[in-house]
């Protein structure tokens, strides 16, 4: 284990390693308590709801709206958000509306499958954010190829399951939350193995690997933060400015951004998840023709079938205010 703070690229993290806990019996699971320097939550956060909605990446949007509707989901919200009031029972904007969002290699919920043919540029900002936070749990040669965005209300929950759709699972599992917090429980390998329930908060990174990659887990409740106030007060602190990150994508995250985001994090919550899908010299497996052609039909058709699914795995909402 790399006891070293993570130097190159501080414009992310300084050093965790003070806030890394173990747990011992259960390998492999890391959990990190928000190691974001000030001001870095807020990236992210602006990250999720700016930029990574944006095309080529997919969201549940896609699913039943047209290309030209889904573009900008920002542009089309930020007006709606800002003057929502609190409390009151108003019509969603589409960013309120989104549920998930898949980068690099898009996960298909239909299938359960990653494919060679539905891959986009995963972000390069996301990417070294995760690379580096592999590399400090022991995974040096880890590469960020899948990432799913999950966005969460209070009235969400994320069904017991276990991510086994990546092809090597020597890689860890890397999942950064935002927002308001949640109860994660944490089972076994087996579905009936009782749970260990935690909470994460604002800034945590909870890392599954070895045999933990593979345990049972579920998000039964997100709840507001311990703290009592609208928003954690680590997501207020603004960012250092720095004048080294000219080398990154980092854009200067303006006042009114901000206010639209914090308007947004009152009742959600974000989780990031970034996967290696295949192992160094494998490929994916070949798939018939046939089978390619059912997959795409289910993926653009059934509808349908897909929201049923989306709702088993992820009881998200109540049918009458599905988007
Ligand atoms: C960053 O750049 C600005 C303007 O280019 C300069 O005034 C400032 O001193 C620099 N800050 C540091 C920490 O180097
Ligand atoms: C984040 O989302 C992923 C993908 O849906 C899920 O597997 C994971 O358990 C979630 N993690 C947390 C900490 O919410």
Request: aromatic share 12%; glycine share 4%.
């Amino acid at each position: 284990m790399q006891k070293e703070a993570v130097r190159q690229r501080a414009w992310l993290i300084l050093s965790f390693y003070p806030t890394l806990h173990y747990f011992p019996g259960v390998g492999g699971f890391m959990f990190i308590s928000d190691p974001f320097l000030p001001g870095w939550q807020r990236y992210w956060v602006k990250q999720c709801l700016k930029i990574y909605p944006r095309k080529p990446n997919v969201c549940n949007l896609d699913l039943h709206m047209s290309r030209e509707e889904t573009t900008d989901l920002w542009e089309q919200s930020r007006e709606q958000l800002r003057l929502k009031a609190p409390g009151k029972r108003e019509a969603k904007s589409l960013l309120e509306k989104l549920r998930w969002v898949t980068l690099g290699y898009h996960y298909n919920w239909e299938t359960k499958k990653y494919s060679p043919d539905h891959h986009t540029t995963f972000p390069t900002d996301l990417a070294h954010l995760s690379e580096q936070v592999a590399a400090a749990c022991g995974f040096q040669q880890f590469k960020a190829e899948a990432g799913i965005l999950n966005y969460y209300h209070f009235d969400s929950s994320l069904g017991i399951h276990v991510d086994e759709s990546e092809m090597d699972y020597s890689k860890p599992l890397l999942s950064f939350s935002f927002g308001q917090s949640a109860v994660f429980l944490l089972g076994g390998l087996k579905r009936q193995d009782p749970p260990l329930p935690m909470f994460i908060h604002s800034g945590d990174i909870v890392i599954m690997s070895d045999r933990s990659r593979l345990f049972y887990h579920a998000v039964p409740r997100i709840v507001p933060n311990l703290e009592g106030r609208a928003v954690p007060s680590c997501l207020e602190n603004t960012p250092i400015r720095d004048n080294c990150s000219a080398d990154t994508s980092y854009q200067q995250s303006d006042e009114d951004d901000w206010e639209i985001c914090m308007k947004y994090l009152q009742s959600s919550r974000i989780n990031m998840t970034v996967r290696q899908v295949v192992r160094v010299g494998q490929s994916f497996p070949v798939v018939l023709d046939i089978e390619k052609m059912a997959d795409s039909q289910l993926y653009s058709y059934h509808q349908d079938a897909t929201e049923d699914h989306e709702h088993k795995r992820q009881k998200l909402e109540t049918p009458a205010e599905s988007p």
